[in-house]
């Protein structure tokens, strides 16, 4: 199983967008795909129509086993399913805080589902904290949407610094350009710069575009919905380097 | 966690009652249709079915599906030329591998052509979210010739993780309508409606007997089901479809002459000896056949196993070796349709059809469970003695007589497994399976040094490559001689594994009781 998180500090940047579009492409490639969402806002069960059981919550979700394989639950689409989140998830801090391995209580669990599927998406609240440290360590690839202005290659860059401190090994990191706008020459020029001074970043490119942004109202992956649109498009190229990523360049800091 | 469940929809006019009853419960959502035409493909013995596999072909191309999937999981165009499919001719990939893996060295064969309806839906929850996946599969076969059309129609419910409510109620309003899961699917079900089986073939001797059975009837019964077997390998032996039948067929007829020997008192002296060379010759004329093939089956492993530099001799040999085999095959041809061969089958069949093939001597009446006791402990004590006396210094020929003994110590234990409660027997049989292995490789290594040595006398006289291939040929049979020696170096653990008291023990308990 290979892990990756749809990672940024920043909120409202189109992680959960990409998570559920390139989760629902997996699986079409016919991959066993699970997207876990541990967003207490629940965005992406959301957008697959999905509750979580009324008896789930944060303590059963970091004790692991049973309490997640019964949870798990099947998106309309075959191959994908789904962990749904919790309000109570917003205290998922404070939770693995009184845990001893609170570092790496993530891996820990999803090491128990590792034969049943072939990838694992993480779709992760912003900010950062001690689910995010958890989230960096469990992945073996972590996705960080940019939106193309100075002020988030900024916070792109404080990624970097932390993750040094916390020593996580930072070459797993591929940023990607989100919600960009080709008629704005800022968009432009901050997408050239970075891509010159990063050879992590991938050359995908997702557009800002108002299908995507409508995915809220017809709640489905717009790579299901408008399988043949721009946008779609666009995350099927984004999945296409993902998956070449997963095949060979796939670098795990710990064993 | 539920699985895919599959109900048989013998009328289809019930479809209409179905679907009322399923909108009067859930929120149903068309899915895709599709209709496809297909012949479906497997091996004799149903490799590929029986791993819950279906490969069909549609025009030239080839698709790999697994059951209760609509997706192609691999697909492929194999090339044409050979008379009958197999793994080789497709292309590097994974349709191959999975076809080899299924069945290395059997022929790839169409079973039925039909047209398949594909309808499906989603049942769907609260928020218009799916809950269980159907699908209507439907088939037309048996068009072709202006035949009345052969229908058949099967509903897949597939479960939706998390969902296991609605997916128990979807099978209680179907229950309520009579329906009930099965197991079959779309290929079964068409080949059903057919009057035709899949998957029912096996190579291995499952016959029911009951412990107080008279002897007479037991073996009867075992007989006629080795027949069965041989009637059913004969017409694929014949075409030379590929080598297995072959193969099975003379399995069969080894099993027959080994069930004859437990026929004393049972049946006449003169009804054994005639049957048992009646079997005897059916073995005798196809040994050249199978020796040959089992050669060329080999190849790979013979090729790796002696240095480059011999290669274009060993290459040379083989292509004797095919000559020789298709030369072979012709001869068994002949015979087989000779008056002769004829007359064995045909007579062998009518004496099992007979009441005297349930045996007129004085043991034929007694229960079966005495004799299958009595033999099997003679022949396990009897092989016991056998190894046991084996030192390193023994003769090869010792290693060969506990090797025939063990085989029919096998048999006897396959013909009863029945008789004996739980899996005794197959428990008793795995024990054995080791040993066995190591005397046949060891004997099996033995014969074929010699055959490569009467391969040589296929060469031709003056031919440009006989000198390569008798360096070719001395290559291997040293390397054969060295592996038949690793062999025996073996034998004494398994052996003593074979003698010890875990198989004692299991021995003890089957054979104990009257
Ligand atoms: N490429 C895009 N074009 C237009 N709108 C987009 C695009 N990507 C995302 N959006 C919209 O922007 C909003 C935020 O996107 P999304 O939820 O994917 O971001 P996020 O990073 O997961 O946010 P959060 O940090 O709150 O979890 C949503 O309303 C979404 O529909
Ligand atoms: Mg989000």
Redesign the pocket.
Known sequence: MITIALY?M?????????AVNLAHLASSDGFRTLICDL?P?G?SSWYFRIRAGKNFNSSKFIKGGRGIDENIKGTDYPGLDLLPSKLSFRNLDLALDDLKKSKTRLRKIFSEVSDEYDYLFL?C??GISLVSENVLDAADIVLV?LVPTPLSVLTFEKLGSFMDKKEFDAAKVYPFF??AERRKSLHVETMERLSSENRNVLASV?????E??R??VYREPITAHMPGSF?AKAYSALWAEVKDLAAGNVRKPHG | MHKTEYYSISDPARLDEIKAALEGAFAVSPGEASTVKETYYDTFDSALYKSGRFLTRRARRFHLREKGREAASAGAAPRTGSAYLTWADFPEGRLRDVLREAGEIRAILPLVTITRHTRSWALLGAEEKTVVRLRLVESVSGEENDAAPIRAAILEAEPVRGYGAEFEKLAEILSGLGLEPGEDDILSASLKARGETIGTYSSRVSVSLDPGMPSGKAIRKILKALLETMKKNEDGMLRDIDTEFLHDFRVSVRRSRSALTLTRDIYTEEERERWKDALRTLGRMTNRLRDLDIYLLGKEKYAAMVPPSLQPGLEALFALIADERERAFREFRAFAGSDEYRRILLSWGAFLDSPASSGTGGRAGKPVIKLARKRIRKRYESALALGGAITDDSPDSDLHTLRIECKKLRYYLEFFESLFPGDEARRAIKQLKSLQDNLGDFNDLHVQQGSVHGFLSLVPAGSPSERDIVEAAGGLISCLYSRQEERRAEFASRFEEFSGPETKDLFDKMLSGN
């Open positions: 940024s920043k909120g409202g940047v189109g992680k959960t967008a990409a967003d806002q965005a779709d609240p912003p949407p989100s919600m997702i557009p800002y575009r108002s995507i942004e995915m809220g946008s």
